[in-house]
């Protein structure tokens, strides 16, 4: 699917309009109401730093594994959607605290925020380091809808800053937004990977270097 910049399109719904799932679309307004319910509940204990069991989880909605299962999908497919659900107002923020700028420094200081807030988030810091494996597949491969989404955002995000074709044409804004998530990937999740440390003033940089800003 390739994202237009568009009025109707905003950064708080581009990457779900990409790259919808099954549950997503249960969650929605219009959605089921029972998954709408657990999805709830999924989230507040995300974010109170607590692991999503779903054998709790059922049992606090009073309901069977088996039900849960079918209201929800399975425990991977509720992370996925978790972990978006927090992913989008922080974009959002993000978006706001750039507001004054234009072209590759806005999508460079946009990047950058929702790296930094990432990296300051406690709840996300300790799902990394309690399931860092599941983590890294949810987040950064195919395995969830999450790097789909994150890509059609920049994507989106060059699309409306720097046109159909960035950078003097030397690269198309898919390929571009894709180098620009795994930059952001690696800065965000480096301790996982090489047991560095998360910096979002590096992936600043790396993004104004990528996007030529101050050339």
């Known amino acids: 699917m390739v994202v237009t910049a568009s009025e109707t399109v905003t950064i708080a719904d581009v990457g779900l309009r990409a790259a919808p799932s099954w549950l997503s679309e249960r969650i929605a307004p219009e959605?089921?109401?029972?998954?709408?319910?657990?999805?709830?509940?999924?989230?507040?204990?995300?974010?109170?730093?607590?692991?999503?069991?779903?054998?709790?989880?059922?049992?606090?909605?009073?309901?069977?594994?088996?039900?849960?299962?079918?209201?929800?999908?399975?425990r991977d497919a509720l992370l996925g959607e978790v972990l978006w659900s927090l992913a989008v107002p922080t974009l959002v923020q993000a978006?706001?605290?750039?507001?004054?700028?234009?072209?590759?420094?806005?999508?460079?200081?946009?990047?950058?925020?929702?790296?930094?807030?990432?990296?300051?988030?406690?709840?996300?810091r300790?799902?990394?380091?309690?399931?860092?494996?599941?983590?890294?597949?949810?987040?950064?491969?195919?395995?969830?809808?999450?790097?789909?989404r994150y890509v059609a955002t920049a994507e989106w995000l060059i699309r409306t800053d720097l046109g159909d074709e960035p950078l003097g044409g030397a690269i198309d804004p898919l390929g571009l937004a894709y180098l620009l998530v795994r930059l952001s990937e690696s800065f965000t999740y480096t301790d996982l990977i090489s047991g560095d440390t998360p910096s979002a003033e590096r992936a600043g940089v790396a993004f104004r270097l990528l996007l030529r800003v101050g050339d």
Do not use: C
Not at 43 to 53: H, L
Not at 105 to 122: S, W
């Open 31 to 74: 959605g089921h109401a029972d998954a709408q319910r657990a999805f709830a509940a999924a989230r507040e204990t995300f974010i109170a730093g607590r692991r999503i069991d779903m054998g709790s989880l059922a049992a606090s909605l009073g309901v069977d594994r088996t039900s849960l299962f079918r209201w929800v999908g399975n």
């Open 95 to 124: 978006e706001l605290a750039s507001a004054r700028l234009h072209g590759g420094e806005r999508i460079a200081a946009i990047l950058t925020h929702f790296v930094a807030d990432l990296n300051q988030a406690t709840y996300f």
């Open 126 to 148: 300790q799902f990394l380091q309690r399931e860092s494996a599941r983590a890294l597949r949810l987040l950064t491969t195919k395995e969830s809808p999450i790097q789909r």
